[in-house]
């Protein structure tokens, strides 16, 4: 079972439009909503990341918007730039701990064009 | 603050051979987990550590698949026997508490390759 769904796979964005990331979650534990953003040869770097208290948080171009309702949270960059294009992955967490560790999404593989 | 180490970066086997792999995390960090990242898709979780102690390890092959976290610090994965399906690159992460919501710091990871 995929417990955070993750869209679209892929995106095309021309520089300084808005790139948009869609996730879902069904487990009403997750209380922790991070992205990580990752080039290719690393590992995941946390980029911002939110608690369900708050509907939106804002970081430079970053921003995250959450619908806890709704069980959607959605990343967008503003102003895309091509150092942008990397994949993108939405994450879940239940921070009172055992089981529902930190669980990712498929990814997102965006591409800024110039 | 050094970051997570992982070794070996690659690393080709033949499927019916064995394999580890090793993970320091930040220090002081309390949790580490492993994750397998197949080419194209987000990592999965393997098994998730608090100190030496297994949180969660439902998501491990057990019956090819171990894993250690002696003292509490650094870590071993091993797979034994390989298959071809086990190619991706495990992907060591730690963070600092045991509350899950704090940023989890990645290791570059260990690329392997089952011929």
């Known amino acids: 079972q995929q417990q955070v769904k993750q869209s679209p796979q892929s995106l095309i964005v021309q520089k300084g439009g808005i790139s948009i990331i869609n996730c879902a979650y069904e487990?009403?534990?997750?209380?922790?909503f991070p992205w990580y953003q990752q080039f290719p040869g690393k590992g995941p770097a946390l980029l911002i990341a939110i608690r369900p208290d708050v509907s939106e948080k804002k970081e430079g171009r970053f921003t995250i918007s959450f619908n806890k309702s709704a069980k959607q949270f959605s990343l967008h960059i503003m102003d895309s730039q091509p150092g942008d294009s990397a994949t993108y992955f939405c994450a879940a967490v239940n921070s009172g701990g055992g089981a529902d560790g930190l669980t990712f999404g498929k990814g997102t593989h965006l591409i800024i064009q110039p | 603050e050094a970051g997570v180490a992982q070794s070996p970066r690659y690393k080709i086997i033949e499927k019916r051979q064995s394999v580890a792999f090793w993970c320091n995390p930040i220090?002081?960090?309390?949790?580490l987990y492993w994750y397998q990242q197949i080419l194209g898709q987000g990592p999965k979780l393997l098994i998730q550590f608090q100190n030496n102690g297994v949180v969660d390890d439902s998501q491990l092959p057990k019956d090819r698949f171990s894993a250690e976290r002696l003292k509490g610090v650094d870590s071993t994965l091993k797979i034994q026997p390989a298959k071809l399906e086990d190619s991706a690159v495990y992907l060591c992460?730690?963070?600092?508490?045991?509350?899950?919501?704090?940023?989890?710091?990645f290791g570059q990871g260990t690329r392997l390759t089952v011929v």
């Open positions: 487990n009403t534990a997750f209380d922790y």
């Open positions: 992460a730690s963070t600092l508490t045991e509350s899950l919501n704090t940023e989890a710091f």
């Open positions: 220090s002081g960090h309390a949790t």
